[in-house]
């Protein structure tokens, strides 16, 4: 370890009300650094290889929001509520291609998928990183691919999907004390994009190559809805805090799409009015690569990364009236499409995540963040504009309290 490294104090903010997240006190203990086999022939490392920097906060029982940044390699840390100042660095040089993250408040762990999404990408794998001693615990690697996973509220098991190169569509199941696989389940050809609900019992499995939304029983391993058919394969997307309506995305589609998951019905069908998107001229295939739902779920924000714009709807009506334009926010750093010479994951296609008490919306692959009321840009953090892998955690006392997804979910229960 570094020297230099400190752990993150507790922190102070706006409290988080009606989200229904977890709050644990949890400490952690040392761990020597090892390898073994396990029966899947995944290789497990305990490690320390993480260096860590930060100016030392003042601690209380007061709550503080920190926004954490995954570029390749690093972890930027931002203090919400201090003007999005930046906090900390940590140094995961491991971690190249990151895919998906995950945190659980209730056993202080990060969670980073990293490596080959499936096909002719290759294999992945997922290291755990302690947020109180500020080490890496774990890191597996596995037979197949990677990509952006859900965990489950307890904080107990992982969904991942195997990649959006991989045929198979399977989610496998992970013990997230090991990463080791326990149960898969069966979903869209394209494993891709995975969100859990608040409750845990069901979680939507997105595959790139499938043109339904599948929803599983977190009990049962198995799909017991069907949600589309959809416009052409499930790209980013989100849902209500209630589990009755779905927000997604397309290939090919520059818009998105609101269905019931009750019914399993597409309900509307968005275009941006004035917008027009080329593959000739960007191309990336998801031209709407971005959606996030507002906590109060009054508002839905989707990525138009060709013409460098952020599009926000009045989603207050739903179901039984259609989302309405509120306002076209042109980005002031726009995005450029694909990066070459890269790894992994090489288009920069956009991401949208809104703070947990909605008043800030940051845009992945841009850089840009806005505060959601007035549609201004507030700041500018620069690793976000390498990367759409970030999400939210929150402090008291020194331990986190309360997690975001990357994906912007609603909240109201």
Request: hydrophobic share 20%; aromatic share 10%; net charge neutral.
């Given at each position: 370890m570094s020297p230099s490294r400190i752990r993150l104090p507790a922190l102070a903010a706006a409290p988080i009300a009606a989200l229904g997240l977890l709050i644990a006190l949890g400490c952690s203990s040392g761990v020597k650094a090892q390898s073994a086999q396990t029966g899947s022939g995944a290789s497990v490392v305990v490690s320390a290889a993480a260096a860590s920097s930060a100016p030392r906060l003042a601690s209380g029982r007061s709550l503080h929001r920190y926004e954490y940044v995954f570029p390749d390699g690093s972890i930027y840390v931002y203090d919400i509520d201090a003007g999005q100042r930046l906090v900390q660095h940590v140094s995961l040089p491991m971690a190249r291609g990151i895919r998906g993250v995950v945190?659980?408040?209730?056993?202080?762990?990060?969670?980073?998928?990293?490596?080959?999404?499936?096909?002719?990408?290759?294999?992945?794998s997922l290291l755990a990183y302690d947020l109180l001693g500020e080490r890496v615990l774990?890191?597996?690697?596995?037979?197949?691919?990677?990509?952006?996973?859900?965990?489950?509220?307890d904080g107990a098991r992982i969904y991942m999907p195997t990649g959006e190169l991989d045929s198979s569509g399977v989610w496998e199941v992970l013990d997230a004390r090991d990463g080791h696989p326990i149960a898969s389940i069966q979903g869209g050809s394209g494993a891709h994009n995975t969100v859990m609900s608040l409750d845990g019992r069901r979680v939507y499995l997105g595959g790139r190559e499938h043109n339904y939304l599948e929803v599983a029983d977190t009990t049962t391993n198995r799909v017991v809805k069907s949600i589309g058919p959809l416009r052409s394969g499930v790209r980013p997307f989100t849902i209500n805090g209630r589990q009755t309506l779905a927000f997604t995305t397309a290939t090919g589609f520059l818009g998105f799409q609101i269905s019931s998951v009750t019914s399993g019905r597409v309900l509307y069908t968005q275009s941006f009015p004035g917008f027009s998107w080329s593959a000739a001229s960007f191309a990336p295939s998801a031209p709407s690569h971005g959606i996030s739902l507002s906590p109060d779920e009054r508002q839905v924000w989707v990525m138009d990364a060709p013409n460098g714009y952020v599009h926000v709807f009045d989603v207050s009506g739903l179901p039984g009236r259609g989302p309405r334009l509120l306002r076209n926010v042109r980005l002031s750093h726009p995005l450029s499409g694909e990066e070459s010479p890269c790894s992994y994951d090489c288009a920069r296609d956009g991401w949208i995540q809104h703070s947990l008490d909605g008043r800030f919306v940051y845009v992945g692959d841009s850089g840009d963040v806005f505060e959601a009321r007035t549609f201004r840009r507030v700041a500018y953090l620069d690793p976000l504009r390498n990367t759409r892998k970030m999400l939210e955690i929150d402090w008291r006392g020194g331990v986190p309290v309360a997690t975001s997804s990357r994906q912007g979910l609603g909240y109201v229960r």
């Open positions: 945190a659980s408040p209730s056993t202080h762990t990060l969670y980073i998928s990293y490596g080959g999404d499936g096909g002719s990408n290759g294999s992945g774990w890191q597996r690697s596995y037979r197949t691919g990677i990509d952006s996973m859900a965990i489950s509220p």
